[in-house]
């Protein structure tokens, strides 16, 4: 067996939250050098995203009709069958012949019962959770983590620029996304790979934490580009804290126009006075 069958094997493992967190750490480095389970895990990614859009079954509203039909029916199919049955002497042959019909009776009126408070108690009951739904997304989600953090460590841009797409598709990205993004943002060599982390960071607009090291990088940022897309990150994020690095932006002198103006532009947005 191969190292890529061994840890293709650990992947549904990893999936349902298994392994421990050095088999993770493997899996995750055995990922980063390895296109083909790399692949492979996007592969799976898109095919489960498609299947996290499938919408949930719900029960038919005619449920509640068929069911009065059904017992309606067997209402009237076991009045018609005591109309038909002769009378029979208590002596019959019969097994049950020599149970009286008010017993009949009384036991069909009971089966009747049992059925309707089944019925009912069926209805009212409140639709359980479709546990293996939940148990899907949450793989799907750890897949993409997986996938994210694989990427973002690669020497080729265009993973590196995949693995911040993955990561911008997470619904409860962890704290090990959120520093992998920080880093991608302030410290990858190429600037497209930062633009996008810096799009994916948006989400985490509320943290001082996260807006602190994005001011700080505010003035070492070589690319314009970048540069505007973190004055806007912050301006969204009402980030009145990050004012001073801004207002420094602004009055640069080595700073490109078109940044200088869009500093002006943030600290008018935020209310400070230039």
Known sequence: ?????????????CLAGWLDKAARELLVEHLEGCSGCRAELAAMGRVWRGMEALAVEE???EMGARFRETLNAFAAGLAQAQRETPKRSRKSWMPWGWMPRPVWQMAGAAGL???GLAG?????????????????????ENLRQLVSLAMLNQSSPGSRLEGVVY???????DNEVEQALLQAARRDPNVNVRLAAVDGLDRYGSDPSVRRTLADGLLR??????QVA????LVNAHARDCAVEMKQLADSADAEPIVRQR???GLKQLGVSQ
Not at 221 to 226: G, K, R, Y
Not at 230 to 233: D, F, Q, W
């Open 1 to 13: 067996m191969t190292d890529c069958d061994r840890y293709r094997q650990q992947i549904p493992e």
């Open 59 to 61: 029960p038919s509203p």
């Open 113 to 115: 019962l049992a059925i």
């Open 120 to 140: 009912g108690r069926f209805l009212a009951m409140p639709k359980p959770p479709d546990n293996s739904v939940a148990q899907l997304q949450g793989q799907v």
């Open 167 to 173: 990561a911008q598709q997470l619904a409860r990205p």
């Open 221 to 226: 940022e070589e690319s314009p580009l970048v």
């Open 230 to 233: 973190l004055i806007e990150l």
């Open 263 to 265: 500093a002006e532009w």
